[in-house]
T-cell receptor
Framework: AQSVTQLDSQVPVFEEAPVELRCNYS??????LFWYVQYPNQGLQLLLK??????LVKGINGFEAEFNKSQTSFHLRKPSVHISDTAEYFC????????????FGKGTKLTVNP | ETGVTQTPRHLVMGMTNKKSLKCEQH?????MYWYKQSAKKPLELMFV???????ENNSVPSRFSPECPNSSHLFLHLHTLQPEDSALYLC??????????????FGPGTRLTVL
């Protein structure tokens, strides 16, 4: 069975600082990996996804993530955050060849302070 | 309307009430989902529909009853709920359910409080 661990439940940073949100997964098969963002009072929105090919994936709003198969990680990064990046970020995994059953982590609350 | 819409946005109900949550997608997708989002817990997949046929039922109590009359609409009928059912209920849609690569598009959710 798949599982996702987001190691930090809350990450406070100052505006224009870099940030990394950590995600590790566990699966017995090859996987697809996703990062979703949830702004206050909204549903989830896809930031980026890794399906195959280059392990460095670029997404919307300047975010990127790197798939590391040996460490079973898919950490999310942004070199310089804005106040508007304050939101909750969810990592999710789906095994290749499976259904659309995404398994989500518990989320990381990113707070960007001025 | 664009994307995925959900009504109502907020709902307060007693344990003996019957209510329904509505979801509508305007994206031409074939698959729709119900998720439960509780504080400090991962999103829990409740139901998956593909072309109006239920393909996943994640051991959800029978007090939650889904209905998918067509590929654009999804309902969640609620009856005799418990206080622990209070949560944000999210609806999502995707192009299909096969392969695992499709992006899911989420609605804003219905915040449910059971008294």
């Amino acid at each position: 069975a798949q599982s996702v661990t987001q190691l930090d439940s809350q990450v406070p940073v100052f505006e224009e600082a870099p940030v990394e949100l950590r995600c590790n997964y566990s699966s017995s098969v090859s996987v697809y990996l996703f990062w979703y963002v949830q702004y206050p009072n909204q549903g989830l929105q896809l930031l980026l996804k890794y399906l195959s090919g280059s392990t460095l994936v670029k997404g919307i709003n300047g975010f990127e993530a790197e798939f590391n198969k040996s460490q079973t990680s898919f950490h999310l990064r942004k070199p310089s955050v804005h106040i508007s990046d304050t939101a909750e970020y969810f990592c999710a995994v789906n095994d290749k060849g499976g259904s659309e059953k995404l398994v989500f982590g518990k989320g990381t609350k990113l707070t960007v302070n001025p | 309307e664009t994307g995925v819409t959900q009504t109502p946005r907020h709902l307060v109900m007693g344990m003996t009430n019957k209510k329904s949550l509505k979801c509508e997608q305007h994206l031409g997708h074939n698959a729709m989902y119900w998720y439960k989002q509780s504080a400090k817990k991962p999103l829990e997949l409740m139901f998956v529909y593909s072309l109006e046929e239920r393909v996943e039922n994640n051991s959800v109590p029978s007090r939650f009853s889904p209905e998918c009359p067509n590929s654009s609409h999804l309902f969640l009928h609620l009856h005799t709920l418990q206080p622990e059912d209070s949560a944000l209920y999210l609806c999502a849609s995707s192009q299909d359910t096969s392969g695992g690569t499709d992006t899911q598009y989420f609605g804003p959710g219905t915040r449910l409080t059971v008294l």
